[in-house]
């Protein structure tokens, strides 16, 4: 009969033991760090849900992308956001600039984004002429559903804007996810879809009946 090492299988026992413990110890850190992530994403989503996404997602002002925009009853325009900003009353903007596909003259319209007032155009130049000072409020820094602000004035009254509500829409550019603003005064009743990484995807004028739509998006 062959001795038995009762040192070997103590040890072999000990050690099977500290495997087990560190395979416990990697699996409860792994449960733990997936619940501590967890919960980070949670937070982010109910602090999104309740204070609305950030409004440049929906108006991006980075450079390049060219949107070719139909016209009713006039000539297609291309809107594009120029890679250099500019200093307007102190502000650094973004330019974009749009151009008339049939004349090709051009309009450029200068925005900035601010926390407290939200994006808001200052000022437009036409044909590279002088800037013509022109502060409206397109949207909240944070946009959601149900979200008011003021526009700015329009013929000496205030518009009052309204985030009303998200949809997808169908555009010769694809299916799009984008919020439906609209402007109020007197004077003025404009409804406008901004569309996630896009921006402007249609535009309607319930006054004058003017209706622009997007047909594309590209580099």
Known sequence: MADVDIDRMLEKHEKKEKDEKARKLVYFGVVAGGSVAAAVILGIIIFTLLKGETASTYFPMEPGKKLVYNKKGKNPE????????????????????????GTYLSVREYYVEDEKQGIAKLAYSENGGTKIK????????????????????????????????????????????????????????????????????????????????????GE
């Open 78 to 101: 291309e809107w594009q956001m120029q890679k250099n900003t500019e200093n307007v009353y102190g502000y650094d903007c973004s330019v974009l600039n749009k151009m008339d596909k």
């Open 134 to 217: 022109d502060v409206f409020v397109i949207m909240p820094y944070r946009i959601k559903a149900g979200a008011a602000f003021n526009a700015g004035m329009y013929m000496g009254e205030m518009v009052k804007g309204e985030v009303v509500s998200r949809e997808k829409m169908s555009t010769p550019a694809g299916e799009l996810e984008a919020y439906m603003v609209t402007y109020k005064s007197p004077h003025m009743d404009r409804v406008v879809w901004y569309a996630r990484g896009i921006g402007v995807v249609k535009i309607l004028d319930n006054l004058t009946a003017e209706e622009t739509g997007l047909i594309s998006a």
